[in-house]
């Protein structure tokens, strides 16, 4: 049985209407179109059925979001927004997308965050989210404010108090800082962040004691690069070079973008005269971020015991138009000169 023309434009109508039906501002994905996945048609088709749904937009936004497309996500969840402006949730999540954009929206985030808690008092994410927010931008007061009312509330009370060391860092007041480390690991003992937070807090006045806060930081997370970094460091500073750099090497193995790790094993490597291997660490470090100074002087170093000065120039010169300060590279600078 042949399709009536009637029948063709009858459907052209009622997709035209779909089209029409569809907020201001919203996205329209057909869902025919292959260059979107599965799920993203699935719920675009839906969309398209009932274009006045908020809920739909608010799935389809999800799907972006965990795709990172942060744009389209910011689209839809703004579309659900704009169908039903009273759900907090939706508010929440837009703001979560501007503050994993490229750049960070900040101001957009804290409107809709601060939406989120008007329309929902409880909503402790949205203010938890808030005092990071607040944080970041160093609006100490009100973060400080939000993060002791989170902390009453025990699912947020080890991570807001752990945002209260790190406002308390920012701000030099290391005493309440190290205070509030102090009552976390009174109340959370496998504190992982905790225990490294002492561990740094005593790095520079007992080496001994803050060893021991890293081993326990090692069994609770035998593979964070962070606690290991650390421990490699210790050693280092107690002259353990060995040890140290099988540690640098274990770090590395976990995170090799770990910079701090390479530049220490070319320092070790530095004090032994393996000038070589230290410009080749050096090389590491340089192509991973071009504007790590030290290495530039540390190269430069290991050019001049191996007689290259005028690659040692250039490095030496590097480090001082990075770091004008760098009163290691301005003195071997003057040496070579």
């Not at 779909?18 to 719920?43: H, M, V, W, Y």
């Not at 999800?62 to 907090?88: G, V």
């Not at 601060?114 to 402790?124: D, Q, T, V």
């Not at 290991?228 to 995170?255: C, H, M, P, S, W």
């Amino acid at each position: 049985m042949k399709s009536s023309p009637l029948f063709f434009l009858l459907v052209v109508i009622h997709f035209i209407g779909c089209q029409n039906n569809i907020p201001k501002g919203a996205r329209f994905i057909s869902e025919n179109d292959t260059l979107f996945p599965a799920d993203i048609r699935s719920i675009s088709a839906k969309i398209n059925q009932n274009p006045q749904t908020p809920e739909n937009y608010y799935l389809r936004a999800n799907a972006f979001y965990y795709l990172n497309n942060f744009k389209e996500a910011s689209t839809d969840y703004s579309t659900a927004i704009s169908l039903q402006p009273d759900n907090a949730l939706y508010h929440f999540r837009l703001s979560e997308c501007y503050l994993n954009s490229d750049s960070a929206i900040y101001e957009s985030a804290i409107l809709h965050l601060n939406e989120a808690i008007k329309l929902k008092p409880n909503f402790y994410d949205a203010k938890f989210s808030l005092a990071k927010v607040l944080l970041a931008r160093q609006q100490y007061k009100e973060s400080e404010e939000l993060l002791m009312a989170l902390s009453k509330q025990p699912e947020f009370k080890e991570k807001s108090l752990m945002l209260m060391v790190v406002a308390k860092k920012e701000q030099k007041d290391t005493l309440s800082a190290v205070q509030f480390v102090d009552k976390v690991m009174l109340e959370f003992p496998e504190s992982f962040d905790a225990t490294m937070q002492k561990a740094l807090f005593l790095l520079n006045s007992d080496l001994s004691l803050a060893e021991k806060y890293v081993d326990k930081a090692i069994v609770i997370n035998e593979f964070s690069d962070e606690a290991i970094y650390t421990k490699a460091l210790i050693l280092q500073r107690n002259n353990k070079y060995a040890d140290a750099l099988k540690l640098y090497d274990k770090v590395l193995k976990i995170n090799p973008l770990h910079v701090y790790a390479i530049y220490n094993k070319a320092v070790i490597n530095a004090q032994f005269d393996n000038h070589k291997d230290v410009i080749d660490l050096c090389d590491k470090i340089i192509e991973l971020n071009p504007v790590f100074s030290k290495a530039f002087t540390l190269r430069g170093f290991a050019q001049i015991n191996l007689g290259n000065k005028k690659a040692a120039k250039q490095d030496l010169l590097a480090a001082l138009k990075l770091n004008p300060q760098d009163q290691i590279a301005k003195r071997e600078l003057e040496l070579l000169n």
